[in-house]
Structure formats: structure tokens, C-alpha cells
């Protein structure tokens, strides 16, 4: 359970950052990232294994390719969520959306 905060908290510092790393992604309080690291954390738990399935054969012809599309959309979505949390621009979603995978992966191979 401390396990699972920890990498919460964390995921919601990276998410703070965020805007001060990229133009066009705007968090504007605490309690914001917070909710929009719990939304992102809840639909990449319970729906994109959902998206996984339905687009399986997307995912073989692009040898796998189209997760990260998957990623970036599950992050659009928890900023159309999300008020307070804003992605301005399609670069800046697919720049962030690639920070929160390598940070969540990260945290995922090191704190068990």
C-alpha cells in the first residue's frame, strides 16, 4: 500500500513538472495534478486494457507502435477530464504522454 502511494505521489510531482518542461501543457494547482494523476492512473488500469484488446491487430501491424497512441490518447482524455489541466497542443500531449510512460515504467521496475 506505502508502495502505491509513493509512486502516486510521485507520478503527481512529474505531473507538476510538466508544465514547466513543456509549452502547451498547463496544471494550475496541486489538488489538480493530483486528481489528474488518479484519473490517469484509474484508465490506465481499467480501460486501456479494454483499447489493448479491441485493438489488437492495430497494435501487430505496427509491431506494437500503437500503444504509445494509446498512451497519448488515455492523457487527452484525462485533460478533457480534468479542469485545471489543460494540453494545448498535439505535440505537447505526445511529449508528456511519453514522460508519464517512461516515469510510470520507471517507478513500476524499481519500487515492488
Known amino acids: 500500500m506505502l508502495k502505491t502511494i ?3 505521489l510521485i507520478l503527481a510531482g ?4 510538466l508544465p514547466y518542461l513543456i509549452t502547451g501543457i498547463t496544471v494550475t494547482t496541486t489538488t489538480v495534478a493530483l486528481i489528474a494523476t488518479a484519473v490517469i492512473s484509474l484508465s ?3 480501460v486501456k486494457p479494454i483499447l489493448k484488446a479491441l485493438t489488437l491487430p492495430f497494435n ?12 497519448i490518447i488515455l492523457f487527452w482524455i484525462a485533460s478533457l ?6 494540453i494545448a497542443t498535439f505535440s505537447a500531449g505526445v511529449i ?17
Open 81 to 86: 477530464i480534468v479542469p485545471g489541466f489543460t
Open 44 to 46: 490506465n488500469t481499467f
Open 60 to 71: 501487430i501491424i505496427s509491431l506494437g507502435l500503437f500503444g504509445v497512441v494509446l498512451n
Open 14 to 17: 512529474v505531473i507538476m513538472a
Open 96 to 112: 508528456g504522454s511519453i514522460i508519464i510512460s517512461a516515469i510510470s515504467w520507471i517507478l513500476h521496475r524499481t519500487i515492488k
Open 6 to 8: 509513493i509512486k502516486f
